[in-house]
């Protein structure tokens, strides 16, 4: 099922990255990219595993530092916070991690509470059950309030994992391989999840996959990485519309292997 | 070598940042006494199986070696001072160390690799949590605090394994056993004492943290900083234990 086609303004920008570099000794991951997230926009960044994408999002969030560069995200520049404007920003960036990432020794309930209990504390106790029990309705998980991680499901962690980023209201959401390891009808759910996130919380979202049944069905806008730059950007037929053997390559692997 | 030279200063500096991270977080608040009561548990009050079973044993057998030779001199009555010197002043805080390395350092070591490689630092980092302060700062503090308090109890433990050592061979009561040990000690081998596990507990702390947090990735990681968790912290403490004692017994 393809996305309804979105009005995205294309003079908000929520995040500009430009001229960023970052390399990991001999290995150039990223060499001197450009590029915009606007407001209320899904972009997927699709390209083969190993090229940077993590990276890239890892840059925008502050995990890592650019080589060179300047990453503004929300009017902030990234690169100048310090670790406490760093951890305030952080609150308005959602992250769902590739192995969802929740905490092994706690529970769902615990997992959700958690950046809630930390980040907001005049919070009452029936305000924290309150947001809880929401967010996890609505990833419809409901019943697995009690369960730790390990008796979860690959795409019930996932779900636990965006809910406990939707649970600080983030403004911008970013997933790293949301449907990697997944078969293919959770895949779908996870998609279906990704956009219904983009139009109830009205967040703007970066995508990192190299499925791109996922990128067709969530994505506003693409763009493609090869060899460490922005090759290709547009709609998913315009990205695809291309002699490039390397486009072609992913295209055929993808659709036809 | 010239590799290795710099690995191994890199290595010196990175460390270096990491302790004084740990002083800087450690008086910056919000500070994180709940979490810190929490280790304290899973540190201190989880260990006393294992921690009473090798305090009562060292007490025990401690007892029973020394006696033959007090025994050549006619000095078996001295037994009690002995023991309450051997055991205060050098077993109760090396074993607890010793002891500690392999438990607790080995669990922060295969705690925090294992979160480092399933990202889970990265997403506490990223939900406005400071992880430094609430997985490295707390687990330190709490073997820091810890293990002085588990020195304590060893030594309990070891003498009453040294009382029923003796018990089985001499008509000696419980009072005049622990009357002759309080007469031994002198305020000052309890503050050596308490000195010695303060450094140990900091130590396996600092080490256990630091191995977790750099581990590389990979489930290969995990295993290799639980190791290097166990034998840095032993090591350390031996080392420290020849330079305390050197430095005590010239303050005499």
Redesign the interface.
């Known amino acids: 099922m393809e996305k309804a086609k979105l009005n995205i303004d294309h003079s908000q920008s929520v995040i500009e990255i430009r001229n960023v570099s970052k390399s990991f000794g001999d290995n150039h991951v990223l060499k001197n990219v450009n590029l915009d997230l606007y407001k209320e926009e899904n972009l997927v960044v699709l390209g083969r595993s190993g090229t940077g994408k993590s990276v890239l999002i ?1 840059l925008i ?1 502050g ?1 890592l530092k650019p080589d060179e560069g300047a990453i503004d995200v929300l009017g902030e520049s990234v690169t100048e916070l310090n ?1 406490r404007q760093l ?2 920003l ?2 308005k ?1 959602g ?1 769902s ?3 969802s ?4 020794s706690m529970t769902v309930r615990e997992n959700l509470e ?2 809630l209990v ?2 907001k504390r005049k919070l009452t106790r029936s305000e924290i059950n309150y947001a809880v029990e929401e967010v996890l309705d609505g990833v419809g998980l409901s019943q697995a309030i009690n369960q730790m991680p390990s008796e979860l499901s690959g795409g019930q962690r996932k779900r636990i994992g965006i809910a ?2 939707l649970i ?1 209201r983030p403004e911008i959401m970013m997933y790293d391989e949301p449907t990697a390891g997944l078969d293919p009808i959770t895949c779908l759910d996870i998609n279906g999840l990704i956009n219904e996130v983009q139009e109830r919380y009205k967040t703007s979202s970066i995508i990192i996959t190299h499925d791109l049944a996922c990128a067709k069905e969530v994505g506003d806008r693409i763009v493609m990485l090869l060899d460490g730059k922005f090759e290709r950007q547009g709609s998913f037929e315009e990205i695809f519309d291309t002699d490039d053997a390397r486009v072609r390559a992913f295209y055929n692997y993808n659709f036809i292997l | 070598m010239a590799k290795k030279l710099q690995t191994f200063f890199l290595e010196f500096a990175n460390i270096h940042r990491f302790l004084l991270r740990f002083w800087r977080e450690l008086v910056t608040p919000p500070y994180e006494f709940k979490e810190i009561i929490r280790q304290c548990y899973e540190i201190g009050y989880k260990s006393l199986p294992l921690i009473s079973l090798t305090g009562f044993i060292v007490g025990f057998v401690f007892t029973k070696q020394s006696r033959p030779s007090l025994e050549e001199f006619g000095a078996t009555s001295m037994l009690p001072s002995l023991i309450s010197i051997a055991i205060v002043r050098a077993l109760a805080p090396l074993v607890t160390a010793l002891i500690a390395s392999g438990k607790v350092g080995s669990q922060i070591g295969a705690e925090l690799s294992s979160m480092n490689v399933t990202e889970q630092i990265d997403a506490m980092e990223v939900s406005g949590t400071n992880p430094y302060k609430y997985l490295i700062v707390s687990r330190i503090l709490a073997t820091t605090i810890g293990i002085p308090v588990l020195c304590f109890y060893v030594a309990g433990i070891g003498l009453l394994g040294g009382y029923l050592s003796m018990m089985s061979k001499d008509d000696l009561s419980f009072l005049s056993f622990f009357t002759q040990v309080f007469e031994t000690i002198a305020f000052k081998d309890l503050g050596a004492m308490v000195l010695r596990a303060v450094i140990f507990g900091f130590t396996i702390g600092a080490v256990s943290c630091y191995c977790g947090y750099f581990s590389s990735k990979g489930t290969e990681g995990v295993g290799k900083a639980a190791n290097a968790a166990v034998v840095a912290s032993m090591f350390l403490v031996f080392i420290e234990e020849i330079i305390i004692v050197q430095v005590l017994s010239f303050f005499g």
Do not use: G
């Open positions: 890892k969030s995990l670790d951890r305030e952080r609150l960036i992250f991690f590739q192995n990432a929740l905490y092994d958690f950046p930390r980040n406990r980023t600080l």
